[in-house]
């Protein structure tokens, strides 16, 4: 059963960078599409951004210009590099498969534990 394990979360104060990172132990990441989300304090889970298996990119309104999603598909993992960042980021951060570049329905209907991201201002 593939697993998704994040890391790379901490404490941060605002206006610092924290990177992200993405794995998949039991299965390749290189053949499908990856999206970073992520669950604030009593908020629904949402969508950060989205890499797809050839690289390109998508970003929600509030990633864009701050965030930027990459890949190695050498090392089986997906990055998501944060900067300038907000107390409004504060969340716990994870990784799933999803369809497509445009399409956020995830493959698993399970997650990982995720990443603690904690912005102080």
């Known amino acids: 059963q593939v697993q998704f394990v994040e890391s790379g979360g901490g404490l941060v104060q605002a206006g610092g960078s924290l990177r992200l990172s993405c794995t998949a132990s039991g299965g390749d990441l290189s053949s499908n599409a990856i999206g970073w989300y992520r669950q604030g304090p009593g908020k629904q889970r949402e969508l950060v951004a989205i890499?797809?298996?050839?690289?390109?990119?998508n970003y929600v309104e509030f990633a864009k210009g701050r965030f930027t999603i990459s890949r190695d598909n050498a090392k089986n993992t997906v990055y998501l590099q944060m900067n300038s960042l907000e107390p409004e980021d504060t969340a716990v951060y994870y990784c799933n498969a999803v369809w497509g570049l445009t399409d956020a329905r995830v493959k698993l209907d399970y997650w990982g534990q995720g990443t603690q991201v904690t912005v102080s201002s």
């Open positions: 890499i797809s298996s050839g690289g390109s990119v």
